[in-house]
């Protein structure tokens, strides 16, 4: 039950999601029969088709679909999906009507998918290469969104690779629009970073961008590469937007630090916990005032800007922890197969991931708008 603003963007996709309500159980059954994907994303020559490469010909047994997308010449965007199995290679190019991925993905992308499945039935795993300046909320969003329509597909994480001897350069690159730069946001919105090429680089460099990178997102799980090379398992199945994340996710969300500002106008994580129990109906609110409204501003008047947002709720009358996922605009709530114990303290632990956020700010709005409403009712 995603749930996305009301007005239309630029993604036709993101349509309101009616509400449903999935059992925890069923949640997990279905899981078993999805297909998960796990978008790689990373600026320009970071790494990411050197990682699908090495992916797919590394021995697994899973059969893994890949989806590189490169922008040919013209407006038309031609995507070649190959499939490795039992080290054959398939390979079949996907034509999309124009260069946006995050538009027709859905419309030609996942259908086609989706065609290939019944003709040479279905993947263990979908991997995704998104280009170098896409902004990787958009293409999650879109999977996000589908898997609430019934798909057979469900997103799993988002992987950046940083590219070890230009990701400062990259990181600091001001847009002149003001706007969040693509590198800041593809670390920001990461469940995994890789910084690779590190034989370019000395430690003391090394040392550098890892901090850059951990001052944007204090929650993500770093690794340092060279030529990609990664263990399998630490890539994929990372259920980074299901409630099957709810008893790990407790446990990194008490390490969360929240972080300063380290690069100019960088965007920082920011952690608070709240004691109590919140309704449904204030932490929507509380949620959709930051997310939709941008009514939650900082000391200066500067609207909070939130790119990611993760963590784990009480809400009352539900005996499960709640956990609570953002991507941009869209956001979603699902009770996790944690139950509070009795002795246990009932508590709210928000993890932010974004610009001008202000902590002091954010936990006065959330106690505000937990105990306004309570009140009233
Ligand atoms: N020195 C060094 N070169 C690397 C490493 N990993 C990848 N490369 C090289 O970097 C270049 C870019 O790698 P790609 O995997 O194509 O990067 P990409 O992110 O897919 O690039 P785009 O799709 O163009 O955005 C290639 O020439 C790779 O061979 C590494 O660890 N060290
Ligand atoms: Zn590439």
Partial sequence: MAQAPMEEEECPEL????????????????????????????????????????????????????????????????????????????????????????????????????????????????????????????????FWVDAELGSDIYLDGIVSVVDAKYGLQHLTEEKPDGLINEATRQVGLADLIIINKTDLISQEELNKIRTAVRSINGLVKILETQRSRVDLCEVLDLHAF????????????????????????????????????TTEENLNEFIQNLLWERSVKDKAGHPMEVIRLKGLVSIKDKSHQVIVQGVHELYDLEETTVSWKEDDERTNRLVLIGRNLDKDILKQVFIATMTEKQENS
Avoid at 261 to 275: A, C, G, N, R
Wanted: glycine share 10%; net charge negative; with cysteine.
């Fill in 15 to 142: 349509i309101p999601i009616e509400d449903q309500e999935v059992a925890g159980e069923e949640a997990e059954l279905s899981h078993g029969t999805k297909i998960p994907v796990t978008i790689i994303t990373g600026y320009l020559g970071a790494g990411k088709t050197t990682l699908l490469n090495y992916i797919l010909t590394e021995q697994h047994s899973k059969r893994i679909a890949v989806i590189l997308n490169e922008f040919g010449e013209g407006s038309a965007l031609e995507k070649s999906l190959a499939i490795s199995q039992g080290g054959e290679l398939y390979e079949e190019w996907l034509e999309l009507r124009n260069g946006c991925l995050c538009c027709s993905v859905k419309d030609n992308g996942l259908k086609a998918i989706e065609n290939l499945m019944q003709k040479k039935g279905k993947f263990d795993y979908i991997l995704l290469e998104t280009t170098g300046l896409a902004d990787p909320g958009a293409v999650a969003s879109m």
């Fill in 242 to 277: 299901d409630s099957l994340s709810g008893i790990s996710l407790q446990k990194k969300l008490q390490h969360v630090q929240t972080t300063h500002p380290h690069l100019d106008k960088s965007i920082v994580t920011v952690t608070f916990e709240i004691l109590g129990n």
